[in-house]
């Protein structure tokens, strides 16, 4: 049976980090295991003095989710490590936590894309780390 290790994406320095750490773990297995990269778009309440968003916050997630997973696969490519992609909207932590359910193992960064989105999410991480059913690795 292959194995499975999810790794999120957000674009960020740490999940760069967890990305090549997965690379090393994927190397030390028998059998080369599934990467399984995972982007979550998060709707951010946006309130503006005219009352009004000057462009589409979709467009703007649905561009930063590829741009993230372009860069994860790059590396996994390099790697010749086989992977996946899986893009989702809802709460990091919930979807990494429910994705989790179908991997043996998650490998994630410990900060993700600043302190503003860590106010307004929470610590995704330490949230994976006490709800996750499976082993997961936080990468600095």
């Known amino acids: 049976m292959t194995q499975r ?3 999120p994406v957000d674009g960020s320095e740490g999940a760069l980090h967890a990305i090549n750490e997965a690379v090393q773990l ?3 297995f028998q059998t ?5 990269l995972l982007h979550v778009k998060h709707s951010y309440p946006l309130v503006t003095s005219m009352g009004a968003v000057p462009f589409n916050i979709d467009e703007v997630l649905e561009e930063e989710s590829k741009e993230a997973l372009k860069r994860a696969r ?3 490519q ?3 490590i086989p992977h ?3 893009s989702r909207s809802g709460d990091p932590a919930t979807e990494i936590c429910e994705l989790a359910k179908e991997v043996d193992m998650v490998v994630m960064g410990s900060r993700g894309l600043g ?8 610590s995704v991480s330490s949230k994976v780390l006490h ?5 997961v690795t936080i990468v600095k």
Do not use: M
């Not at 080369?32 to 399984?36: F, G, R, Y």
């Not at 302190?115 to 929470?122: A, H, I, Q």
């Not at 709800?131 to 082993?135: G, M, Y």
């Open 5 to 7: 290790i999810l790794v």
């Open 26 to 28: 994927a190397k030390q």
């Open 32 to 36: 080369t295991p599934e990467i399984v």
């Open 74 to 76: 790059t590396i996994l």
């Open 78 to 80: 390099e790697a010749d």
């Open 84 to 86: 996946q992609t899986e």
């Open 115 to 122: 302190p503003f989105r860590e106010v307004v999410l929470g």
């Open 131 to 135: 709800h996750s059913k499976v082993p």
